[in-house]
């Protein structure tokens, strides 16, 4: 068994991406994520990488999008304001089916808001990352070991489908200290025709362009692009279940909701109520299929959230709307607590097994 050491979220992230075959970074501080950016100061120069503090959100995922062309593993990392400000880079990038990862440790808003955790950029990853039509792969860890292997398992995926993978922390999993293995599996990086290494004399020039000036051209790059994603929703859903074999409740929630969420399913079976979780690791493509199941069997469903409900609609959607989906939340930076949740819990109880 690997040697475990003891890390912070944000600093298994960043290791992780090393490990991964990254070599090239570029960001700019914010709390709760600033700790990637530090580490990364110390780690790129001693291993033959690029760090850079660039002059600005803008500018780190322009730089982001000149070093995905040349198909070299890149990464930026910033939280909630600095990924709006990142918004028209990442569309850039899609649009140009250019693979990097980005992450987000979200912090409290609107606006500058606070620096405690929150989930409220759930929309902007999942539904509006930037202008145009375009998705990214959204990935939810919940604890500091998920935030080492799903670093990994982006860059892969990024890799793979010519797209950008978002690691979408809370600012819990930012900054809480967990072991950590960091001997993390990683596949042999995949050939990329398309990057912009030179020609050598050998083969036509590579363009990376996101403009497209004839219509017909662009609608079948969009048609293309997301007869790829319906490959993606298709075959790279991620989720956790816990105690879902007999529940009649069932828990949505993920990253530091979900263990909170434990710990009230916990209390709550003792108290012979049969209450279980769904757990969404990846958030897009989010995990129809074991919300399609449950709502067969439970009476309801309850999301719990660390914002107004952002994911409530596509529990519902993926539940198909057979039974009732109830939001349990807080907001603002604040967490749920594990007796809030199992009070939740309680009421729907109250309703009867379905």
């Given at each position: 068994?690997?040697?475990?050491?003891?890390?912070?979220?944000?600093?298994?992230i960043a290791e992780a991406a090393i490990v991964a075959g990254c070599r090239h970074y570029f960001g700019y501080p914010i709390t709760p994520q600033t700790e990637i950016a530090a580490y990364m100061a110390k780690r790129m120069p001693k291993i033959g990488g690029t760090f850079l503090q660039a002059e600005s959100e803008i500018a780190a995922i322009?730089?982001?999008?000149?070093?995905?062309?040349?198909?070299?593993?890149?990464m930026t990392s910033s939280s909630s304001p600095g990924i709006s400000l990142k918004g028209e880079g990442l569309s850039y990038l899609a649009g140009a089916d250019l693979p990097s990862l980005v992450v987000n440790v979200q912090r409290g808003g609107p606006g500058l808001g606070g620096i405690q955790p929150s989930q409220s950029d759930y929309f902007q990853a999942t539904k509006a990352g930037g202008h145009g039509d375009f998705r990214m792969i959204?990935?939810?860890?919940a604890s500091v070991q998920e935030m080492a292997d799903l670093t990994v398992k982006g860059f892969e995926l990024a890799d793979k489908y010519r797209m950008?993978?978002?690691?979408?922390?809370?600012?819990?999993?930012?900054?809480m200290m967990e072991p950590v293995s960091l001997d993390l599996a990683v596949n042999p990086p995949i050939e990329k025709p398309w990057a912009t290494t030179g020609t050598k004399m050998e083969r036509e020039h590579n363009i990376v362009n996101s403009l497209f000036l004839v219509p017909e051209e662009l609608e079948k790059s969009n048609?293309?692009?997301?007869?790829?994603?319906?490959?993606?929703?298709?075959?790279?859903?991620?989720?956790e279940e816990y105690l879902m074999d007999d529940a009649e409740i069932c828990i949505a929630a993920f990253g530091i909701a979900a263990r909170v969420s434990k710990n009230a399913i916990n209390e709550a079976r003792k108290q012979?109520?049969?209450?279980?979780?769904?757990r969404p690791?990846?958030?897009?493509?989010?995990?129809?299929?074991p919300f399609k199941k449950a709502a067969d069997k439970v009476s309801q469903i309850i999301s719990v959230e660390l914002s107004m409900g952002q994911m409530i609609d596509d529990v519902r959607l993926a539940s198909e709307c057979k039974v009732p989906v109830t939001l349990?939340?807080?907001?603002?930076?604040?967490?749920?607590?594990?007796?809030?949740?199992?009070?939740?819990i309680k009421e729907a109880a109250k309703g009867g097994a379905k």
């Open positions: 068994m690997a040697d475990k050491v003891l890390m912070k979220g944000n600093e298994a322009n730089m982001v999008y000149g070093v995905a062309s040349t198909g070299k593993r890149v959204v990935l939810a860890p950008t993978s978002m690691i979408l922390a809370d600012g819990t999993m930012g900054q048609f293309e692009r997301y007869d790829r994603y319906k490959y993606i929703e298709e075959n790279e859903c991620m989720w012979g109520i049969k209450v279980g979780l769904i690791i990846t958030l897009w493509p989010f995990p129809n299929a349990s939340n807080r907001a603002g930076g604040m967490i749920p607590s594990p007796e809030q949740v199992l009070d939740a």
